[in-house]
């Protein structure tokens, strides 16, 4: 079965600080892609970053950047220099390989808040 | 590029109505569309899976002729929402996948309240 897991219901950074927010998964595909949403209070889910499985380098996004441990199964997201609009849930997916749609997986969740 | 809309944002209806909810790729063809579930302060459950022309796919424990799926064409899909009763009451978010790739794209959402 194929699990995501984010441990950290609530995370509190400072403003211009980095904060990561921890993702590890579990599934026997050998090609999968993980990705990171966020959720801010309106309920759109923004598309933030991916990284393939086969990826060699790990994936960056303007201030974000995926730390991706294929080894440890983990997929962390790193924000950069925070801001007041990072203040949101965010959650970390994974999708099976194209057999099966792409369909994702989804973790719980981390509600990130930002302080000034 | 990669928008999908989703309409309406927001529905109130008695129970026992039916209600629709469109989900539009506006500048992409959508392969695959899916449909999620979203109770507060909780992560998306997927409800079912659609490719155009075809049969949606149902994940397990979710009622086919509850909630009914047409995948029209390869930038629309609806999901109907069949003899509503409060514990429907939910925020419904559509995603579409193009054929480039694995990242789903999301609509707005879509909170349903059934009284």
């Known amino acids: 079965a194929q699990k995501i897991t984010q441990t950290q219901p609530g995370m509190f950074v400072q403003e211009k600080e980095a904060v990561t927010l921890d993702c590890t998964y579990d599934?026997?595909?050998?090609?999968?892609?993980l990705f990171w949403y966020k959720q801010p209070s309106s309920g759109e889910m923004i598309f933030l970053i991916y990284?393939?499985?086969?990826?060699?380098q790990n994936a960056t996004e303007g201030r974000y950047s995926l730390n991706f441990q294929k080894a440890r199964k983990s997929a962390n997201l790193v924000i950069s220099a925070s801001q007041l609009g990072d203040s949101a849930m965010y959650f970390c997916?994974?999708?099976?390989?194209?057999?099966?749609?792409?369909?994702?997986?989804f973790g719980s969740g981390t509600k990130l808040n930002v302080k000034p | 590029g990669a928008v999908v809309s989703q309409h309406p944002s927001r529905v109130i209806c008695k129970s026992g109505t039916s209600v629709k909810i469109e989900c539009r790729s506006l500048?992409?063809?959508?392969?695959?569309m899916f449909w999620y579930r979203q109770f507060p302060k909780q992560s998306l459950m997927l409800m079912a899976t659609?490719?155009?022309?075809?049969?949606?796919?149902?994940e397990q424990g979710v009622e086919k002729d509850k909630f009914l799926i047409n995948h029209a064409s390869l930038t629309l899909s609806t999901l109907t929402v069949t003899s509503a009763h409060p514990e429907d009451s939910s925020f419904y978010i559509c995603?579409?996948?193009?054929?480039?790739?694995?990242?789903?794209?999301f609509g707005p959402g879509t909170r349903l309240l059934v009284l």
């Open positions: 995603s579409a996948r193009g054929d480039w790739g694995e990242t789903q794209y």
């Open positions: 599934t026997s595909d050998p090609s999968y892609g």
């Open positions: 990284q393939g499985s086969y990826d060699q």
């Open positions: 997916a994974m999708s099976r390989s194209r057999y099966n749609f792409n369909k994702f997986y």
């Open positions: 500048d992409f063809q959508a392969t695959t």
């Open positions: 659609s490719n155009e022309g075809s049969k949606a796919t149902y």
